[in-house]
């Protein structure tokens, strides 16, 4: 009922010239592959016009942003604004993922602010959550997750649902090649559609897709996509290597 999404967070990588190369190759292949699922880049803010370009012709494969300001424009030094982002074209916005958090003190709030923003630009939110390994360990996954997605998108109306994708990244297995157990990733989708259920509704809670995030790869993908509430990855090493991110593609058909 819901289609797969497979999201390529690239961070701040690469470096230059290789953009194009991977760029071309991982579109190629995804075109090859045809999926049903949604296939979605996010580079580095600078290479976004060249990326919206270079795969003008890829009906399979939408580009998007890591981030964005939640003023329109304005002295934000160094900011880009939602306008500017759905100006060149970008479909899609990714917020609050945990090295805005950590590295930028990003807090739910602000969030929040930058959610309405995104959502009035006309962009997709793909939301970020996730407890850090002193959270697991004190068993706090759940009280952390719900906060999170309380305090910045539990205000939206259904309609403004619509255009959210929620990411649950355990922070323990970002990078780290730790990945959670695909049991692990079930309990904590199962816990946020049931927190969706509870204090939106159950048609929004169905709809709603929500991707698993943390060291996703080619050896690991299926067994999670198999989950019953994972509804595609959010992958960021796995997605400099086109082989690679083109496998995970395959494995969410
Ligand atoms: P990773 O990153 O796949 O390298 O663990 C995922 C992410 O941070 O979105």
Redesign the pocket.
């Known amino acids: 009922m819901r289609s797969k999404i497979i999201a390529g ?1 690239w ?1 701040m990588n690469p470096v230059a010239a290789d953009f194009e190369q991977l760029t071309r190759t991982i579109s190629e292949g995804v075109q090859k592959l045809t999926p049903d699922s949604q296939v979605m880049l996010f580079p580095p803010a600078l290479y976004l016009s060249k990326m919206l370009k270079l795969t003008n012709n890829n009906t399979h494969l939408a580009i998007g942003a890591q981030n964005c300001h939640y003023e329109p424009k304005g002295a934000f030094t160094g900011e880009l604004s939602p306008q500017m982002l759905s100006g060149i074209g970008a479909k899609h916005v ?1 917020l609050g ?3 805005r958090r950590k590295y930028f003190g990003e807090s739910n709030q602000f969030l929040r602010a930058k959610v309405d923003s995104a959502l009035e630009a006309g962009l997709t939110v793909i939301y ?1 959550c996730g407890e850090s390994l002193d959270e697991r360990e004190a068993q706090q996954q759940e009280a952390v997750v719900e906060e999170q997605v309380d305090k910045a998108l539990l205000h939206l109306t259904p309609e403004q649902f619509e255009q959210i994708v929620i ?1 649950y ?1 355990p922070v323990w ?5 730790r990945t959670a157990l695909p049991e692990q990733a079930q309990e904590m989708h199962r816990f946020i559609r049931e927190l969706l259920a509870k204090r939106l509704d159950q048609s929004t809670a169905d709809a709603c897709r929500i991707l698993y ?5 080619p050896a690991n993908a299926a067994d999670l996509l198999a989950q019953p509430d994972v509804d595609g990855g ?6 400099l290597k086109a082989a690679d991110f083109c496998e995970i593609v395959k494995a969410a058909g």
Do not use: F, Q, R
């Open positions: 967070n961070k990714i993922h945990s090295e970020c990411a990244e297995a970002i990078g780290t090649g995030g943390g060291s996703m790869k959010l992958i960021g090493g796995a997605s």
